[in-house]
């Protein structure tokens, strides 16, 4: 597991470590494996299981034939997170318009 030198006291490592697991399968190719993830994040086949299963509830990964990949609930926090971004770029633009100057010789 690619951690920082020194550990954040306020990180909850359990939280921590499905991200990682979600990284991981997000940035692969193919569906990821519990022992791929294991080996990844240098955790246990056991903990990896049980961080997969998690996610999975969630609705974060989905279980394929060969292991595991990205689920609907990144999806749908991909699509909010675009809607967003849109309307906060709407916004900008209307701030912006209103703080033009409209004459020029102002």
Same mark, same amino acid.
């Given at each position: 597991?690619d #951690?920082e030198?020194?550990?954040?006291r306020?990180? $909850?490592d359990? @939280?921590y470590r499905a991200?990682? &697991? %979600?990284?991981?399968i =997000? &940035? =692969?190719?193919d569906?990821?494996?519990?022992? !791929?993830i /294991?080996?990844a %994040?240098?955790? =246990?086949?056991d903990? &990896?299981? #049980?961080t %997969? !299963?998690t996610l !999975?509830e969630c609705?974060?990964?989905t #279980?394929v034939e060969?292991g595991? @990949?990205?689920? !609907?609930s990144v999806a %749908?926090?991909?699509?909010?997170? #675009? @809607?967003?971004q849109? /309307?906060s770029?709407?916004? /900008?633009?209307? &701030?912006l318009a209103?703080?033009s $100057?409209?004459g020029?010789?102002?």
């Amino acid at each position: 597991m690619d #951690r920082e030198e020194h550990e954040n006291r306020y990180r $909850i490592d359990a @939280v921590y470590r499905a991200c990682m &697991a %979600l990284k991981e399968i =997000s &940035a =692969s190719d193919d569906p990821m494996n519990v022992t !791929e993830i /294991a080996d990844a %994040l240098e955790i =246990s086949k056991d903990i &990896a299981f #049980r961080t %997969l !299963e998690t996610l !999975e509830e969630c609705g974060f990964i989905t #279980r394929v034939e060969g292991g595991y @990949v990205v689920g !609907e609930s990144v999806a %749908l926090m991909w699509k909010r997170y #675009r @809607v967003n971004q849109k /309307a906060s770029i709407e916004r /900008a633009r209307t &701030a912006l318009a209103k703080t033009s $100057i409209v004459g020029e010789g102002d």
